[in-house]
């Protein structure tokens, strides 16, 4: 049963590149996240496929998805819903909001204040949303997939710390390579929509069912005392960094074993090695360190600390 969910995962990916082409690092980074159950957020510049890689993935998975467009208009409860005046029953009523749904695309978060974006904070973290006293549990599985431009562009927000730390990975779409580009501009010359994903050939292959069996497979993936030790040491590395004001948190650590489990189970493993656990820092951490401004003028960015770290840190044998 497992060898052919982790066979299923393989279709999944195949069927969201007959609309994405390249990017295949965020679309193993989105499964790795689904599968982790955690929730993602996808940097890059306008146009490199962001949104059209969240509906081919639901598309593939046969997902509940809901799409909102972030502004600097949008108010928490058009998010989470409100209570609303029934005037045929004479009293409020809960409106649930777009979050309830499986997979909720939070395209380009950081063009809303962050008032509204820490809206999310609770059914992130809780997977539920409480008004008025009561509390909703969300649907499951429920995946918040966040897209956001690079935050020199204009009328974009900072996201909150607390916000980014709830997110499981950080994924960076970059612009495709010139026979990338060709290849897509020859689709669609040959007539591919992405707003028409069933023209494009994109079929379901998994349901929700068959995403919480290999979650469950996930969870049980086995990890070694020093394996677990060496995750440690890396968050606590990054800590240490001159180059940081604020490194990897405990929640970081966790992140970075589930997302290691996940991958290790992806990739037929019953157990994480450290080549697993490599794989994932980077997407993993990135977002969660803050560094400091001379670090920052001087040009160095997060992802060339974590690869010093992981340099220096001794891997276990």
């Known amino acids: 049963m497992t060898s052919e969910l982790q066979e299923s995962f393989s279709r999944v990916r195949d069927e969201v590149g007959k609309a994405v082409v390249g990017q295949d690092g965020a679309v193993s980074g989105l499964i790795v996240t689904l599968l982790a159950e955690g929730h993602a957020l996808l940097e890059g510049v306008p146009g490199v496929a962001k949104t059209l890689l969240v509906r ?22 058009d998010i989470t819903g409100s209570l609303v005046y029934d005037t045929k029953a004479g009293e409020f009523e809960f409106r649930e909001g777009p979050v309830f749904t499986n997979i909720l695309l939070a395209d380009e978060i ?33 995946l918040v997939a966040a897209t956001m431009n690079p935050v020199e562009y204009e009328g974009t927000y900072t996201l909150p710390e607390a916000q980014l730390d709830r997110f499981l990975m950080k994924l960076t779409l970059d612009l495709p390579q010139r026979d990338t580009e060709i290849e897509v501009l020859t689709r669609h010359a040959n007539g591919f929509s ?15 069912t068959e995403l919480a069996a290999a979650q469950a497979a996930v969870r049980a993936v086995q990890v070694r005392p020093d394996v677990l030790a060496y ?16 490194g990897v948190s405990p929640r970081g650590s966790t992140a970075l074993l589930a997302a290691s489990k ?11 090695t450290p080549d697993h656990v490599q794989a994932m820092a980077l997407p993993v951490m990135r977002h969660r360190l803050q560094l ?15 690869r010093s770290v992981l340099q220096q840190v001794r891997v276990p044998i």
Do not use: C, Y
Not at 129 to 135: K, P, R
């Open 292 to 306: 400091r401004p001379e670090a920052e003028l001087e040009g160095v960015d997060a992802d060339g600390i974590l």
């Open 262 to 272: 996940a991958w290790a189970w992806l990739t037929g493993f019953d157990h994480i």
């Open 231 to 246: 995750i440690v040491d890396l968050a606590r590395g990054t800590r240490d960094s001159p180059s940081v004001k604020i």
């Open 56 to 77: 081919a993935l639901s598309h593939a998975l046969s997902l509940e998805t809901t799409r909102v467009q972030f502004t600097p208009d949008l108010m928490p409860g």
């Open 110 to 142: 950081n063009r809303t204040p962050p008032k509204t974006q820490s809206a999310l904070l609770e059914a992130m973290e809780e997977r539920q949303v409480s008004a008025d006293g009561v509390t909703r549990p969300l649907p499951q599985p429920f």
């Open 194 to 208: 992405p707003r028409d994903l069933r023209a494009a050939g994109v079929t379901a292959v998994l349901g929700a």
